[in-house]
């Protein structure tokens, strides 16, 4: 298995509060993505990292920042957590061909009440 | 912008029977193609990829996929379902934004798998 992992594996955390997830890889995989998983959307990007210091957004980015200083690391930040962030967030890595898979940590269950 | 559609939100079959779940796919150019399984509380596994040359990929667990340029699709199949096999799929489409290093990872919403005795 991949080296992939998510910090920490369960939060809860209060509404207004900023979260911060982190996602440790132990591959050199240059691309690394951030997903959230809710019932009935599936697998939903959030932001994605093609390099370091390189990133972009996903399709609901609204709310979330990251950051990638290293090739191992990639933060995602909620700024303000709000309960419609209340997900699963899962952190995805490939390595620079792109034919090649992604491959997956176990996730993040972020509950904000 | 590339975009995933897997029309069914939910399949059941019965163990022993063959199985088909569909997947569409938007994008301009020969897209990567993939499909990953993901059981209840776990994280996701590759089952299969396309990227190139022939176009019916054999995966893991007996599962294979066919991808079709005619009509966008790349859908799984598997002809004898196990009770094993019951467990949430996705669709996934990858593509270069403007041909360099920035690569989109773009999954569909997925596909429930029941499968009964």
């Known amino acids: 298995d991949a080296g992939i992992t998510q910090s920490p594996r369960h939060k809860v955390t209060e509404t207004g509060t900023p979260v911060t997830l982190r996602c440790h890889q132990t591959?050199?995989?240059?691309?690394m993505y951030w997903y959230r998983q809710d019932p009935g959307h599936g697998l939903r990007l959030i932001h994605y990292?093609?390099?370091?210091?390189?990133?972009d957004k996903g399709e609901v980015s609204d709310g979330y920042s990251v950051s990638r200083s290293k090739t191992e690391d990639f933060l995602l930040t909620l700024e303000s957590a709000t309960s419609s962030q209340t997900s699963v967030y899962f952190c995805a890595t490939k390595f620079r061909d792109l034919w090649t898979e992604a491959f997956f940590g176990q996730g993040t269950r972020l509950t904000v009440v | 912008a590339q975009s995933v559609t897997q029309p069914d939100i939910h399949i059941t079959v019965s163990e022993g029977a063959s199985l088909e779940l569909r997947c569409n796919y938007s994008?301009?150019?020969?897209?990567?193609l993939f499909w990953y399984v993901q059981s209840p509380g776990q994280g996701l596994q590759l089952l299969l990829k396309?990227?190139?040359?022939?176009?019916l990929v054999q995966g893991i667990k007996g599962f294979e996929a066919e991808f079709k340029r005619s009509q966008s699709s790349f859908n799984l199949r598997k002809p004898s379902v196990h009770w094993s096999d019951a467990a949430e799929y996705f669709c996934a489409v990858g593509a270069s934004l403007g041909g360099g290093s920035n690569y989109k990872l773009t999954f569909g919403k997925g596909t429930l798998l029941t499968v009964n005795p």
């Open positions: 994008y301009g150019a020969t897209p990567y």
């Open positions: 591959e050199n995989h240059r691309y």
């Open positions: 396309y990227f190139s040359g022939d176009t």
């Open positions: 990292s093609y390099g370091v210091k390189d990133t």
